[in-house]
């Protein structure tokens, strides 16, 4: 059984860091993209980074990009989300994902909640 699950996430002043963990058990992802979506209470749920299995290329959201960065290692199947510079709208559940399909995602995690108080 598949499962990733999300890790770091808390409660930060503006301006602070963060770094969030997603561990993958089930199955390697090594050639698989995987990534980083978000919900805000009463938003629809956007997309943060992704990074292809190689790590080679990454795309982010233009609301993150210069502050957020995303890596992973593929020994560890794990992908991680380096948040800089973090503002109140930031706050949200930040979801993982992995294994893309054209625009979607086959695995999901939980979420993690952060929070960005001003």
């Known amino acids: 059984q598949v499962q990733l699950v999300e890790s770091g996430g808390g409660l930060v002043q503006a301006g602070g860091s963060l770094r969030l963990s997603c561990a993958a058990s089930?199955?390697?992802?090594?050639?698989?993209?995987m990534g980083w979506f978000r919900q805000a209470p009463g938003k629809e749920r956007e997309f943060v980074a992704d990074i292809v299995g190689s790590g080679g290329s990454t795309y982010y959201a233009d609301s993150v990009k210069g502050r957020f960065t995303i890596s992973r290692d593929n020994a560890k199947n794990t992908v991680y989300l380096q948040m800089n510079s973090l503002k109140p709208e930031d706050t949200a559940v930040y979801l993982c994902?992995?294994?893309?399909?054209?625009?979607?995602?086959?695995?999901w995690g939980q979420g993690t909640q952060v929070t960005v108080s001003s």
């Open positions: 994902v992995a294994a893309r399909i054209g625009r979607t995602y086959v695995y």
């Open positions: 089930g199955r390697t992802f090594s050639s698989s993209t």
